[in-house]
């Protein structure tokens, strides 16, 4: 049988919307210890949607369980704070509800990946057109500093006084391995690069991943410091774009050869910018050899690994109940009747 | 010639063999016929375990028990006078539930040394008169089965697959019913397929052997029941509760969503919602059965009549979740098809061990109304009922069946939707005093819809200022919300219609049930009424809230006996709430109860004073 293409759910967009950053925030203080990372981030998604054209109704917030997750009492739009790890199965749940709402799901690294493990896959894999922002801190911080599954190994925690011995998994590649759509990473700090890529987020029409690194200056303070700090983030971090070639260092003097599927950090100089591998977003190899960079040896990348389009669940859900209820005449009693007999 | 016909008022037929013979297929097909012939009826259906167990052996026994009468019934029958067993560990596992005098049809040409020894023979019980006290007739079923398709040339595996229809050929003689019913059927199932015409030689076959054959010298006739008029159709407790769903969807004008993970014995109703598209359902099979009950729950928020079910293990999964939905006050149709436990326990058998679960089962002061069904064709009123509950009080529900309703099957009168009463629901739109945890009298909240302008709020798990539904950790409010709470499932018993009790009004015994033990309690009352004993009989729909009227009626009994499938739940339940000396009369052999054990209970309690 053929597949048939399902038509992406419509999200109005009004452009421009008339709403300003200030309708996106809620009148709840805002109760991050001073310093977290995750104020930028709110800052920053309050600030991009103006931009988007979505009116402020059709926003949903979905989160589970830690300090990120008191996310959505911050935004004044439609908002759930959820049970631990779950966020992802109730977004899904109302998107194939309401395909015209924008549904966002935030998450930490300690309720996306650990307790939320499963759904966080099957989301993905469902490809459900849902943006699923994870901040990802390396540490649990609402329970007071116990190492997460995104800790490196050897991690010194309130559990693991002797250095934690679990070895951490990442996030971008969980969601290349269930098939995701749409994986990004960002930064925190990094004002403008979680602008573009939220933005792109939002565009996308099936689940859209981005892990945004973001620090926890009470119990992990400097986690990402050499990403961000002004001496080593030049060497140490590289933005990677469609269609750009890989280059990172002071004034770009560095980039990244592939040899066969081995990736290689060269000196521009040397060999010239064509020499360069050039990201493709739709490539799966692209996005599995580039997210596999790792420091010290590599440059930590950010900004869009993969971005493909596939129909998504809640779409062809839609489309099936449509198909089947057009023209439907059937109601409950017919079906009550069926195979009935009269007694006289 | 036609042989003489006796006529009888009830019979209990059991048709059992291994797991691949087909006699589930063969029971539903008598009962279909059955019920088209006027009788009243009830079934039993007897799964092995999920995992096809070695042919032969007495863990792959699948046994069907009908119960059918010119007078009413309400259970399958405690033992059946006909057994028709297909090979020898068949009839091990049911001998001992034959009535003594009762026919037994033995399939001869399965009773080989070697499935002797697979059932745990020593030596053939035909020969050594352990079945002297039955009416024994054998037949070489298979054989006479292979006889009349040997011209088909099929493979003899697929002709011993038809066997099953021999014998239904042979019951239906037996009991004078008509063929044409499973005659239509075989043609619409297979067509003109070899199998299909292989079935049907073998159930014409089975009822000219019974016709012509010496073995029978007469065959027996069940009167027509004197019935309700109306229509009727044969349903299932699983079926009932997805039409009951589809109903409820209707009346209340909203679309259906179910999130489920596959679990016996529940995973039928998930089939059957699946079917529907047509009138907007939309079927999750989620992930697991937590991300289950959450698909339903975002569902919900987003304004569909939101279900999910489930079996115990399964429940057990869900708790925090529907902690979460009790918190955010939104409505939700959580459905236990209890098995028996604990933990993996026997899935394919029934129990009613799951109430206290239901009941207290989750974290915190966590109150959510239950609502049971007591027979398959119950079902359907129950998940309407439960429905009802969810979206007019803006509540998470429990919704308890069990493996013995699911599965069994009843002759079940037709409702007219047009004359069942419309559930009301309303979605806010008003902005003007919105408010998320503003109150009506039923003390529910508003249910608004993300999408409407205007009334953009959060809600979440943490405990919530009454009213606004702000976090709040103030320590009156929170002793204000835990009691709000719970006075929200009191009130619903303000709704409810006055309790009905069957038997006596009030006297020396009330015997309280609650679920898929009705049909033998019922029919035990009747018999001690009949005997001039004054016992009464609750079956209670509503476990939480209680009905308002329960307390007075316990006590217009000298003694209350409380029969369930467990250890003793509801007589918990009930001797805390009331201070009543309710006594236990507890069962749990993953087995339905048999009328004659309700009967002597009650007795030993009308004695024991
Ligand atoms: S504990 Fe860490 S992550 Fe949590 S709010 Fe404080 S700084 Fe932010």
Redesign the pocket.
């Known amino acids: 049988m053929q597949q048939r293409q399902a038509p992406y759910p419509q999200i109005e967009h009004t452009d421009p919307s008339g709403q300003t950053r200030k309708d996106f925030v809620s009148d709840q203080e805002v109760?991050?210890?001073p310093?977290?990372?995750?104020y930028s981030i709110l800052a920053q998604v309050q600030r991009v949607m103006p931009d988007l054209g979505i009116p402020k109704e059709k926003l949903v917030f979905v989160s589970g369980i830690?300090?990120?997750s008191?996310f959505p009492y911050y935004m004044n739009t439609y908002g759930i704070h959820s049970i631990h790890g779950r966020a992802p199965a109730i977004a899904t749940g109302i998107k194939s509800t309401s395909p015209d709402l924008s549904v966002w799901v935030i998450t930490?690294d300690g309720d996306g990946l650990s307790i939320g493990g499963n759904h966080f896959l099957h989301v993905m894999r469902r490809n459900v057109a849902l943006k699923l922002l994870m901040?990802n801190?390396q540490?649990y911080?609402?329970t007071?500093?116990q190492y997460s599954p995104t800790s490196p190994i050897g991690k010194r925690a309130k559990s693991t006084p002797m250095g934690s011995v679990d070895y951490p998994v990442d996030p971008v590649h969980v969601a290349l391995g269930a098939n995701a759509t749409f994986v990004a990473r960002t930064l925190d700090v990094n004002v403008k690069h979680i602008q573009a890529i939220l933005k792109r987020a939002e565009a996308h029409r099936g689940t859209a991943f981005v892990e945004i690194y973001?620090?926890?200056?009470?119990?992990?303070d400097g986690a990402f410091a050499q990403l961000t700090d002004k001496e080593t983030k030049a060497a140490s971090l590289i933005e990677i774009e469609h269609g750009k070639p890989l280059r990172f260092g002071k004034d770009g003097d560095k980039g990244i050869v592939f040899d066969g599927v081995k990736p290689q950090v060269v000196d521009v100089a040397h060999v010239g910018e064509e020499a360069l591998y050039v990201h493709d977003e739709t490539s799966e190899l692209s996005a599995l050899v580039i997210s596999r960079m790792k420091a010290p040896e590599f440059p930590t990348p950010i900004g869009v690994f993969r971005a493909v389009d596939r129909p998504s669940y809640d779409a062809m859900l839609q489309d099936q109940v449509e198909r089947a209820s057009a023209g439907n005449e059937t109601r409950v009693q017919d079906l009550l009747d069926e195979g009935a007999w009269t007694i006289e | 010639m036609s042989k003489a016909v006796e006529t009888v008022e009830t019979v209990a037929i059991r048709f059992a063999g291994d797991s691949g013979d087909g006699m589930q297929l063969t029971g539903t097909q008598f009962t279909d016929t059955t019920a088209l012939a006027g009788n009243d009826l009830a079934t039993f259906p007897d799964f092995p375990a999920e995992i096809r167990a070695p042919a032969g052996t007495l863990a792959g026994v699948s046994g069907f028990q009908i119960n059918f009468s010119s007078e009413a019934v309400f259970t399958p029958g405690d033992a059946p006078d006909v057994l028709v067993a297909m090979n020898p560990a068949a009839l091990k596992a049911n001998l001992p539930d034959l009535k003594q005098g009762g026919m037994l049809i033995l399939n001869s040409e399965a009773f080989t040394a070697k499935n002797l020894t697979r059932a745990g023979y020593d030596g053939d019980p035909r020969d050594n008169g352990s079945l002297k006290n039955y009416r024994t007739f054998q037949a070489d079923i298979t054989g006479m089965t292979l006889k009349a398709i040997e011209d088909m040339k099929l493979g003899t595996r697929t002709a011993v697959r038809s066997k099953n229809f021999f014998a239904l050929g042979l019951v239906y003689w037996l009991y004078n019913r008509d063929m044409q019913h499973s005659i239509d059927w075989i043609k619409g199932k297979f067509g003109d397929t070899d199998v299909g015409e292989a079935n049907l030689r073998a159930l014409k076959a089975g009822y000219n052997f019974g016709e012509t054959a010496e073995l029978f010298d007469h065959n027996y006739e069940v009167k027509q029941a004197v019935i309700e008029p109306g229509r009727y159709r044969n349903i299932s407790g699983n079926e009932a509760l997805g039409l009951g769903f589809l109903a409820a969807a209707e009346l209340s004008g909203l679309d259906l969503f179910l999130g489920s993970y596959p679990i016996t014995p529940a995973s039928d109703i998930l089939h059957f919602l699946a079917r529907f598209k047509n009138l907007g359902v939309k079927t999750f099979q989620a992930e697991d059965e937590i991300a289950a009950v959450c698909g339903a729950l975002g569902a919900s928020y987003a304004g569909a009549l939101a279900i999910t079910t489930t079996s115990g293990p399964g429940l057990a999964l869900k708790a925090e979740a529907v902690g979460l939905a009790l918190m955010l006050e939104l409505p939700m149709v959580i459905v236990n098809v209890q098995r028996a436990g604990p933990s993996t326990g026997m899935p394919t058998k029934t129990e009613q061990a799951d109430l206290m679960q239901a009941m207290y089962g989750r974290n915190g002061e966590s109150p959510v109304p239950i609502v049971a069904a007591r027979s398959p064709g119950d079902a359907f009123y129950a998940a309407i009922e439960a429905s009802r509950i969810a979206v007019t009080h803006m509540t998470p529900v429990l919704l308890l069946s069990d493996g013995f309703v699911a599965t069994s099957a009843e002759p079940w009168r037709i409702p007219d939707m047009a004359s069942l009463p419309p559930i009301d629901v309303s979605f806010r739109t008003e902005q003007e005093g919105f408010a998320a945890y503003l109150r009506d009298e039923r003390l529910a909240r508003p249910w608004a819809l993300p999408g409407t302008p205007g009334l953009e709020h959060r809600v979440g798990g943490l405990e919530k200022e009454n009213l606004t539904g702000n976090i709040s950790y103030d320590p009156d409010n929170h002793e204000l919300m835990c009691k709000l709470r719970a006075e929200r499932v009191e009130r619903i018993a303000d709704d409810l219609a006055p309790t009905e009790i069957g038997g006596q009004q009030s006297g020396d015994l009330l015997l309280v049930g609650w679920g898929g033990t009705y049909g033998p309690m019922r029919s035990a009352v009747a018999q001690m009424n009949e005997r001039g004993h004054k016992v009464g009989h609750v079956h209670l729909r509503h476990i939480n809230p209680f009905p308002k009227d329960f307390g007075e009626i316990l006590r217009r009994f000298d003694r209350v006996l409380v029969p369930e499938l467990n250890l003793g739940q509801l007589v918990q339940l009930i001797r805390s709430r009331y201070l009543v000396d309710a006594k236990s009369y507890p069962k749990i052999k993953g087995q339905p109860f048999k009328e004659a054990e309700v009967i002597e209970a009650i007795k030993a309690q009308l004695e024991a004073h």
């Open positions: 109760r991050w210890c310093g977290c990372g995750d830690g300090c990120s008191r930490g901040f801190n540490i911080g609402l007071k500093g973001q620090n926890c200056n009470i119990f992990n």
